[in-house]
């Protein structure tokens, strides 16, 4: 079944793009969602109407992303975690633990958008790369320091 999408969506294609999706997905989730539109002559019109609208709601959205992005790299960001004698830390720093480091400073991120490669198990300064939109990703430092026992 040919639609036109309404939205990006991962591995299937960016806004405005006629795809060929089976008819299942279309009928069953692109449809339902409203993120796409059945492909007919009709309906194309209505999409050439829709598009410049939909091209300024995403430049707007584009700048908003840069914006927050530019804020969470200027941010400094760290946390305490208990560590055992071979420098290990106790448990991992995981997305969640930085979804949750960044909403202590007003950063509203979902753990999916941050793409860490794997927990991070030991005492340093990491480097995260944050998805705040498909085209706008943020580099940000976290620093991940020893919380000192008080023997």
Request: proline fraction near 3%.
């Amino acid at each position: 079944m040919k639609v036109i999408l309404r939205a990006d969506i991962t591995n299937v294609g960016r806004q405005g793009q006629i795809k060929e999706v089976s008819a299942g997905f279309a009928r069953n989730f692109l449809l339902p969602k409203k993120i796409a539109m059945e492909a007919t002559p009709q309906n194309l019109k209505i999409w050439e109407r829709e598009k410049v609208k939909l091209e300024k709601q995403r430049e707007e959205i584009i700048a908003a992303a840069k914006e927050v992005a530019e804020k969470l790299s200027k941010a400094t960001f760290s946390t305490k975690v208990k560590v055992g004698e071979n420098g290990k830390i106790f448990g991992s720093i995981t997305t969640a633990t930085l979804s949750k480091i960044f909403a202590e400073q007003g950063f509203n991120i979902n753990k999916h958008d941050i793409l860490l490669p794997a927990p991070v198990k030991e005492v340093c300064k990491l480097s995260v790369n944050v998805r705040l939109h498909p085209e706008v990703v943020a580099k940000v430092e976290v620093d991940i320091v020893e919380e000192k026992s008080k023997n």
